[in-house]
């Protein structure tokens, strides 16, 4: 499966962005999903995942009640409010092709399938 991520741009710190996962070559609803994000000379960290049931979407305790995760037959979204300049990253959905239905999963280990980036930016 091929993934694109889309949304991303650069806002001013509080206001709202919806990132978009779409996948192609495969039945999305087959894949666990999870957003990642890599700041500038940091490591790639968890932001928030989503199982194949979308029963069970998970976020990070730093962006809990500010970002939330949601997915529907073609996409999975990540719903961005209140955004912080160290919001800014570059954010990277993946896609666990062996997934149970109602697990998430929050290692990058777990994901076989990566897109691209799509950049976040916001400014003080």
């Known amino acids: 499966v091929q993934l694109q991520a889309s949304g991303g741009g650069l806002v001013q710190t509080g206001a709202s962005l919806r990132l978009s996962c779409a996948a192609s070559g495969g039945i999305f609803n087959d894949y666990a999903v999870g957003w990642f994000r890599q700041a500038p000379g940091r490591e790639r960290e968890f932001v928030a995942a989503i199982s194949r049931s979308g029963r069970r979407p998970y976020s990070t305790d730093s962006v809990k009640g500010r970002f939330t995760i949601s997915r529907d037959r073609n996409k999975v979204y990540l719903q961005m409010t209140g955004l912080k300049p160290e919001d800014t990253a570059a954010y990277y959905c993946?896609?666990?092709?062996?997934?149970?239905?109602?697990?998430?999963?929050?290692?990058?280990?777990?994901?076989?399938?990566w897109g691209q980036g799509t950049l976040v930016t916001v400014s003080s």
């Open positions: 993946a896609a666990d092709g062996g997934a149970r239905w109602d697990e998430v999963y929050i290692k990058e280990s777990s994901y076989n399938y």
